[in-house]
């Protein structure tokens, strides 16, 4: 019933740039905190950027302040994660999830019920 589709991924070279979208169906976006996380081969999941509820804010790990932006289309009901001056290091499929509830933790993976399939974003160099 609940559904998040990621689509936009594919193959850039270094320094290029990357839109990737996620869908939800079965759950309206205003409604919850929307994020990005990303695993690379032989690495563990990690967060990369995070939209609150009204009310909160917008969060990225450091080494994609500056170069990723996320943000909503609440009519499409589809959050969006702009990647530029792409780099190697951030080839990994990426994910995004969702959750309700209003929590600190919001880069933590325990923090979001349900998450999308995945899309890959290769960065060659």
């Known amino acids: 019933q609940v559904q998040l589709v990621e689509s936009g991924g594919g193959l850039v070279q270094a320094g290029g740039s990357v839109r990737l979208s996620c869908t939800a169906s079965?759950?309206?976006?205003?409604?919850?905190?929307v994020a990005w996380f990303r695993q690379a081969p032989g690495k563990e999941r990690e967060f990369v950027a995070v939209l609150n509820r009204s009310g909160g804010g917008i969060y990225y790990r450091d080494s994609v302040k500056g170069r990723f932006t996320i943000s909503r289309d609440d009519a499409k009901n589809t959050v969006w994660l702009q990647m530029n001056s792409l780099k190697p290091e951030d080839t990994a499929v990426y994910y995004c999830a969702a959750d309700p509830r209003r929590l600190v933790q919001f880069s933590s993976r325990a923090s979001y019920n349900y998450w999308g399939q995945g899309t890959q974003v290769t960065v060659s160099s």
């Open positions: 079965g759950l309206t976006i205003t409604d919850y905190r």
